[in-house]
C-alpha cells in the first residue's frame, strides 16, 4: 500500500495501522491537521454559490468556570450536526464564541479575591475590580476554548467571537441606540427585584422560589382603624399609603373612598380604603395592606389610585432614614420592633404559623427585596413601524404560533408562548461594575443617548451595565457583522449568507432567559427570526440520575473522560441515549462500552486493509458489482442504512442514528459479511466500498478515529468527504430474505448443538427439508459458518430421519444426524412438547377469557392469537416426530 498524504503537504501518517487504536496518540494530531486545512472555515469549501448554507452558533459557555460534562453534550451534538450537513454539501458554518456573563463573573472573582484577601469591590474601587476580572477571564477564556477544541469541535474559529470584544461593543451600543430612539428602550422607576447582597436587579426569571415557614401577623395599624389586616412583613407596613378590599366584599363596603389618619407603632401614616378585583376575601382579614414601594402587585395598584409611594428600604436592606427608631435598621430587627409594638399595644389580632414563597436571588440565595428604582427598560408592547406596527412580544409570539420557529420536542412551543404571553418590560440595568456600558449621559438634567460621548465638558456617564443577555440576546446577528453588514433594510456579507442560522441548539432551562430574548432583538434588529429551529437538550446526571454538582463531588470533568477513553468514546457515549428536551446518565460503563465499539472499528477496518490485494483500487466511488447473494445483501443494507441514518440525522434522532450503525458494522459486516468473505473470498472493492461508507456514516460521530483510519484510503480529508446520495434506490428485498433465512438456518443449527451438548470440534451431518434453490447453492456457507457441519443435503421434502435432531423454524426443517441417541432425543422432544402444551392451554384461557379478549387492544389480542398459532404448528412438527 502507498503512503497516503494529507494534502501531500502535510505529516504523512503511518502505512499501517497500529494494532490497537490509541486516542491520545491521535487526536491532538488530527485536530491540529483540521484546524490547519482551513475547511472549518465554509468560505474555504470551494462551494458553488448556490450551496445551502447551514449555521449554528454554539450557545457562548460563560466565561466562569470550566466546562463541564454537559457542555461536552452540546459540543457533541452540535458538531454532528455540523459535520454531517458539511459532509452533504452545505456552506456549513459553526461559530464559535464565549460570554462575558457580566454578573456571574464579577460574582465570582469578587468572591475569590475577598477569598484571598479580605477585600471587597468596594475596597478595590470599579478600576482595579475591572482589572482583576479581566486577568480571571483571560485564563477561563483559555481553558475553555481549549477544552471545546479537545471535543473535536470543528468549529470555525477564524469567526470566533465574546459577547463583550470590540465589535459585540459596538453592536450592542448600536442596538441600544436604535432601541431608545425610537421608544422601545425608555428610563423609568419601577418595583424591581432587589438582591441587597449582590446589590443589583434581577430579572423576573433570576428570581428563586423556596418554600419556607412564616408567620402571618395579623393587626389593626392603630386602635381607632377600623380594619384589620394581614402580613408576614410588618415592618414594610411602615410605608402603607392604602388599604385594599374586594369591592364585592359585604365587610368592608361602606369603607371605600374613606381616608384616615393612623399612628402605626410611632409612625403617622395616612390610608385611603381602594377596592380592588385582584384582592382575596378569603386570605387573611380579606383587607390588604398597600405598600407601593415594596411589592408589584401594590405598586400597580397604586398606579392606578394615584396613591403615594413611601419607600421604607434601601438598596441595602436597611430602613430608610425618617422612620424613628426603625430607621438603619436591618428589616429583620425593624420586623421584631413592630411585633413588639404591636403587641405592648394590644394591637395583635392572631400570629398564624403558614408555609410559603421566598423569592430569592438565584446566584446567592439571599431574599429578595422588591424596590423602586430608576432603571432602563425595553418595552416589549411598544407598536413599531419597522416591525408593522405590532410589538417585540406580538412578533415574538407569532414566531411560535406560525411554527416560523420550530421547538424540539414540540411541548416547548406551548412553554415559550406562555411565558411571553406573561412577559412585562425587560429591566436590562444592572448596578454591577463588569459589562457592557448604558450609553447615555448626563448633564444636570441633561441626558444624552449615542454610540459616542457627547462633545463638550461635564456630561458624566450613566454608572449601571446592561443585562448580560442583552449582549447574548444579539449572538445570532452580531457575530455575523451586524451592523456593517445591514445597511437600508439589505442584508451584506456574512449576514446574508448565514443568518436566519438553521438551528439554536441549548439547554431547556434558558429557554427563556435567552432563546426568547434572541427572537425578540433579532426582529428589532433585522425584521426576522434568528434561528429556524431549536433543539433543547437535557441535563446530563450521573450513574445514579442525580444532578451533578462540584459540593457534592459527583461532576466528570471532560477532559479528565477524554485523557481516559479518548474524545470519540465521550462524544459516542453522550450521542446515545439522549433524546431532546429529556435528561441521560453518564457513567463509566457507558463510556468504556463505547471505547470497546471503537476498537471494534479499528479492528474491522486493520482486518480489511490487511486482507486486501494491496494493488485495490481504493479511490473508486463506484458500487461495486455484486457477485453473490451475500454481497447483493451486503450492498441492499448498506444503502439501507445509509439513506435511514440520513433521515433519522435531520430528524434529530441521534441515538437511534447511532444504534443502527452499530448493528450494520457490528452486526452486519463484522459478524456476517466478513465472515462470508473468508469463504467466498475475492472481495477487494466491496470490502473497501463497505469500510469507506462506514467511516463516512461514522465520521460525524466519531471524527478522530474515522479521520485515523481514512488517511490508509484516500488522499484529502475524510471531514469534507462527501456522503453518496442515494436516489431511486430498491432494497433487494429478495437478497435480504434469503440471507435472513441462512442467518436463521446457521443459529439454529449452532444453537441445537449447543443444547444437545455436541462438542464443538465434532463434525456432524446435517439434512434440510426446503424449497428454495438458493439453499442449494449456499450449501458452503452454512458448512463453513461455524456450524460444524461436514456433510449437508438438502431435500425439499421427505421422510424425518431417524435418529436425528429435529429443529424446525419458521420456513423449513432442520435435522442433525447421528449426533445423538434416540432414547435422549425423544426424551428432549417429550420434555419440549410437555412445555409447549403448558404455554398453548395458558393461552388458550387467556383468549377464551371474554373480560380481557373485550378490554385489551386490538393489536394484542392479535398478537397473542398469532403466537398461540405458531406453537400449535410447532407442537404439530414435535408431535410427527414422537413415534
Ligand atoms: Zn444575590
Redesign the pocket.
Known amino acids: 500500500m502507498t503512503i497516503r498524504l494529507f494534502f501531500g503537504n502535510l505529516e504523512s501518517m503511518k502505512q499501517e495501522l497500529d494494532k490497537a487504536y490509541i486516542p491520545q496518540d491521535n487526536e491532538d494530531k488530527i485536530y491540529k491537521i483540521w484546524e490547519d486545512s482551513g475547511l472549518f472555515n465554509p468560505d474555504n469549501l470551494g462551494l458553488p454559490d448556490s450551496a445551502p448554507s447551514y449555521t449554528i452558533v454554539l450557545p457562548p459557555p460563560n466565561i466562569t468556570a470550566k466546562l463541564h460534562i454537559g457542555h461536552s453534550c452540546m459540543l457533541a451534538i452540535e458538531d454532528l450536526l455540523i459535520r454531517y450537513r458539511r459532509m452533504n454539501g452545505y456552506r456549513a458554518l459553526w461559530l464559535p464564541g464565549t460570554d462575558h456573563a457580566a454578573i456571574a463573573t464579577q460574582?465570582v472573582v469578587e468572591k475569590k479575591i475577598f477569598q484571598e484577601t479580605g477585600q471587597t469591590r468596594h475596597d478595590l474601587g470599579r478600576e482595579k475590580l475591572l482589572e482583576e476580572v479581566w486577568r480571571f477571564l483571560k485564563s477561563t477564556q483559555a481553558t475553555i476554548l481549549h477544552q471545546t477544541k479537545k471535543m473535536g469541535s470543528s468549529l470555525d474559529w477564524s469567526r470566533v467571537a465574546f459577547t463583550f470584544d470590540q465589535e459585540r461593543q459596538v453592536a450592542v451600543n448600536r442596538m441600544f441606540v436604535d432601541m431608545y430612539r425610537e421608544g422601545v428602550i425608555y428610563r423609568g422607576e419601577r418595583i424591581v427585584n432587589w438582591?441587597p447582597?449582590?446589590h443589583?436587579t434581577?430579572a423576573d426569571d433570576e428570581v428563586e422560589y423556596k418554600e419556607q415557614q412564616a408567620k402571618l401577623y395579623t393587626f389593626k395599624y392603630s386602635a381607632d382603624f377600623p380594619i384589620s389586616i394581614s402580613t408576614t412583613r410588618p415592618e414594610t407596613k411602615l410605608g402603607d399609603t392604602a388599604v385594599a378590599v374586594n369591592p364585592k366584599d359585604e365587610r368592608y363596603k361602606d369603607y371605600i373612598g374613606k381616608e384616615y389618619d393612623v399612628d402605626f407603632c410611632g409612625q403617622a401614616l395616612h390610608i385611603k380604603i381602594i377596592a380592588d378585583r385582584n384582592v382575596e376575601s378569603d386570605f387573611g382579614t380579606g383587607a390588604l395592606g398597600v405598600t407601593p414601594a415594596h411589592s408589584m402587585v401594590d405598586w400597580q395598584m397604586a398606579q392606578a389610585n394615584n396613591l403615594p409611594v413611601i419607600k421604607v428600604i434601601d438598596e441595602d436592606g436597611l430602613i430608610h432614614d425618617g422612620f424613628g427608631k426603625y430607621s438603619r435598621l436591618t428589616a429583620e430587627a425593624a420586623r421584631q420592633l413592630v411585633i413588639e409594638e404591636l403587641r405592648g399595644r394590644n394591637l395583635m389580632e392572631a400570629e398564624d404559623d403558614i408555609t410559603n414563597n421566598l423569592s430569592v436571588?438565584y446566584?446567592?440565595?439571599?431574599p429578595i427585596e422588591p424596590l423602586p428604582s430608576k432603571q432602563w427598560f425595553v418595552g416589549v408592547d411598544v407598536k413599531l413601524d419597522r416591525l408593522g406596527g405590532k410589538s417585540l412580544k406580538e412578533k415574538a409570539l407569532e414566531a411560535a404560533q406560525t411554527k416560523a420557529i420550530e421547538f424540539i420536542p414540540e411541548r416547548f412551543n406551548k412553554r415559550y408562548q406562555d411565558w411571553m404571553e406573561n412577559l412585562h418590560d425587560w429591566c436590562i440595568s444592572r448596578q454591577i461594575w463588569f459589562g457592557h456600558g448604558i450609553p447615555v449621559w448626563y448633564k444636570g438634567d441633561e441626558s444624552y443617548c449615542g454610540e459616542s460621548a457627547p462633545e463638550g465638558d461635564g456630561w458624566i456617564k450613566d454608572e449601571d451595565t446592561l443585562d448580560t443577555w442583552f449582549s447574548s440576546g444579539m449572538w445570532t446577528f452580531s457575530t455575523l457583522g451586524w451592523p456593517d453588514n445591514y445597511k437600508g433594510g439589505v442584508k451584506s456579507g456574512d449576514l446574508a449568507k448565514f443568518h436566519p442560522t438553521q438551528i439554536l441548539e441549548t439547554g431547556y432551562e434558558i429557554l427563556t432567559l435567552w432563546v426568547s430574548r434572541m427572537v425578540m432583538m433579532s426582529f428589532f434588529a433585522l425584521g426576522e427570526i434568528p434561528f429556524e429551529k431549536v433543539y433543547l437538550h437535557g441535563t446530563i446526571l450521573d450513574a445514579k440520575g442525580k444532578k451533578m454538582s462540584k459540593s457534592k463531588g459527583n461532576g466528570v470533568d471532560p477532559l479528565d473522560a477524554i485523557s481516559e477513553y479518548g474524545a470519540d468514546a465521550l462524544r459516542l457515549s453522550l450521542l446515545m441515549g439522549s433524546t431532546p428536551g429529556n435528561d441521560s446518565r453518564y457513567s463509566a460503563e457507558k463510556i468504556e462500552a463505547k471505547r470497546n465499539f471503537i476498537n471494534k472499528l479499528w479492528n474491522i477496518s486493520r482486518y480489511i486493509l490487511s486482507t486486501i490485494n494491496p494493488e485495490t483500487n481504493l479511490q473508486s466511488d463506484e458500487i461495486p458489482i455484486a457477485k453473490t447473494l451475500a454481497d447483493r445483501w451486503i450492498l441492499s443494507e448498506l444503502i439501507s442504512t445509509r439513506i435511514s441514518i440520513k433521515t433519522r440525522l435531520e430528524n434529530f434522532e441521534f441515538s437511534l442514528a447511532a444504534e443502527e450503525l452499530t448493528d450494520f458494522t457490528w452486526n452486519k459486516l463484522a459478524d456476517w459479511y466478513l465472515e462470508i468473505a473468508k469463504i467466498e473470498k475475492d472481495k477487494d472493492a466491496i470490502l473497501v466500498y463497505l469500510l469507506k461508507n462506514i467511516l463516512i456514516m461514522w465520521h460525524p460521530f466519531i471524527p478522530y478515529v474515522t479521520e485515523t483510519i481514512w488517511a490508509q484510503l484516500e488522499d484529502g480529508l475524510l471531514l469534507v468527504r462527501q456522503w453518496t446520495q442515494d436516489e431511486n434506490f430498491v432494497p433487494d428485498a429478495e437478497a435480504v430474505e434469503q440471507i435472513n433465512s441462512l442467518q436463521e438456518i446457521i443459529i439454529s443449527i449452532r444453537n441445537a448443538r449447543s443444547e444437545n451438548k455436541i462438542e464443538p470440534g465434532r463434525k456432524i451431518k446435517a439434512l434440510i427439508h426446503g424449497q428454495e434453490s438458493f439453499l442449494t447453492e449456499s450449501v458452503e456457507l452454512i458448512k463453513g459458518l461455524k456450524t460444524g457441519l461436514s456433510d449437508l443435503e438438502i431435500e425439499s421434502a421427505g421422510d424425518i430421519p431417524v435418529n436425528s435432531i429435529a429443529i424446525a423454524t419458521s420456513h423449513l426443517d432442520i435435522y442433525l444426524l447421528d449426533a445423538v441417541d434416540a432414547e435422549k432425543e425423544k426424551a428432549r422432544l417429550l420434555k419440549e412438547k410437555e412445555n409447549l402444551e403448558k404455554v398453548i392451554a395458558n393461552l388458550k384461557t387467556r383468549l377464551s377469557n371474554e373480560e380481557f379478549v373485550s378490554r385489551a387492544p386490538e393489536n394484542i389480542v392479535k398478537t397473542e392469537t398469532e403466537k398461540l398459532n405458531g406453537y400449535l404448528l410447532e407442537l404439530d412438527k414435535i408431535n410427527k416426530l414422537i413415534v
Open positions: 460574582m438582591c447582597h449582590c443589583s434581577l436571588c446566584r446567592c440565595d439571599t
